[in-house]
């Protein structure tokens, strides 16, 4: 069990947390610190880029902000001496007002007749063909065409094979640059056709540097809910957050006393539209909380519940390792039907039923 498989949103406030497709504000111009090496030696080496770049590794560790820093470096139209955007050209401008002609951002997000952005399950291929026909037309400014798909493995089978030509052989001066956190399920046909780059992970210094730098108040208990991901624990960071998980926790750590009826209506309690992210957070919680009692029970310290390591203690001898193991994939077996129709709280109260039957075994 993975530490990594717990950094979700939270009930209380489902989207403002660490979600894939939120790794950095929009059109970051420049790259956060644990990046300026490799956007250094990239720069360098920027007549020999290939035309599609595939970046890789955890969400929440800032891929995100790489994909742009590189972009608005392409569309730059006065780089400085190391190849780095200088952010006061009208490209730069254009690209951190997010109206750079030249620059398409392709994620899971549709935006209604009113303007209302709402995240969707998956980039469809009707928006590869837009982008496809975006790519033919000559650029605007006369310089580079940049295209950034977020996270990419989210395409669903017709857009990924929809791209595959525009992948293949895109016209001159056009990039296109794949963000993907789960690699592993982009097409091989895909994935063969780019240039593979796995995102710089920051040390735990670097990390908590700059949590602090941005109003972090406790910049080690936010990484080790994030699993040491900086921006996916910028987005845990906050007062609602922390009450809620704590509020979870607290229960989970008392699995005699815990009513699954009464939690489930924690998740009912939600804006229907928020209530997949509810049971998604939860099932990060457990997630999170079950690793860290094996962790435990073996003899090591917890990773993501380090507050908690008495409460955990105490669980964990009372508990069977093959059960625990078993329930753990049974929650990412629930992850993994997130996207599918279901009634969240009844979902939330048969893991909850599961996790407490644990103890009674």
């Known amino acids: 069990m993975s530490a990594g498989d717990t950094a979700g949103e939270g009930l209380a406030n489902p989207r403002s947390g660490a979600g894939d497709d939120a790794e950095a504000p929009r059109r970051r111009a420049r790259p956060l610190p644990w990046q300026h090496r490799l956007v250094a030696d990239m720069l360098a080496r920027r007549a020999g880029w290939a035309h599609a770049l595939l970046l890789t590794g955890p969400a929440g560790i800032g891929k995100r902000a790489l994909a742009e820093a590189l972009a608005v470096a392409l569309l730059c139209e006065s780089p400085q001496g190391d190849g780095s955007a200088c952010g006061e050209c009208p490209g730069c401008r254009y690209a951190a007002a997010g109206q750079h002609p030249d620059l398409r951002i392709v994620e899971p997000i549709d935006v209604d007749d009113e303007g209302v952005a709402k995240p969707v399950e998956s980039i ?77 992970r920051p040390t735990a210094a670097e990390a908590a540097a700059w949590l602090a730098g941005q109003g972090v108040a406790d910049p ?18 906050g007062d609602e957050y922390q009450a809620e998980r704590s509020a979870w926790i607290a229960a989970l750590a008392r699995p005699a006393a815990l009513s699954a009826v009464t939690l489930g209506a924690r998740i009912d309690a939600l804006p229907r539209e928020s209530r997949k992210d ?32 008495a409460e ?38 048969a893991l909850l039923i599961d996790y407490r039957d644990l103890f009674g075994r």
């Not at 208990?221 to 845990?236: D, F, I, K, S």
């Not at 099932?283 to 909380?289: D, E, K, R, T, Y």
């Open 220 to 237: 080690g208990r936010a990484l080790a809910q994030a699993a040491g991901a900086p921006l996916a624990a910028l987005g845990l960071a």
């Open 124 to 200: 469809v291929v009707d928006r590869i063909r837009a982008l496809i026909g975006w790519v033919q037309v000559t650029s605007h400014r006369g310089g580079a065409k940049v295209a950034v798909i977020a996270p990419a493995e989210r395409m669903n089978a017709a857009a990924a094979n929809a791209l595959l030509k525009t992948l293949e052989e895109p016209p001159p001066g056009t990039f296109l640059i794949l963000v993907s956190h789960q690699p592993g399920r982009l097409p091989a046909t895909i994935a063969s056709r780019c240039q593979r780059i796995a995102a710089p």
């Open 278 to 309: 509810g049971l998604a957070a939860l099932i990060g919680w457990l997630s999170g909380w079950c690793s860290d009692l094996a962790r435990v029970r073996c003899g090591a310290a917890p990773l993501q519940n380090r507050d908690l390591r």
């Open 312 to 349: 955990l203690a105490a669980l964990a001898g009372s508990v069977a390792p093959i059960a625990l193991f078993r329930y753990h994939r049974s929650l990412m077996e629930a992850r993994a039907r997130l996207g599918h129709p279901l009634q969240p709280r009844l979902v939330a109260e």
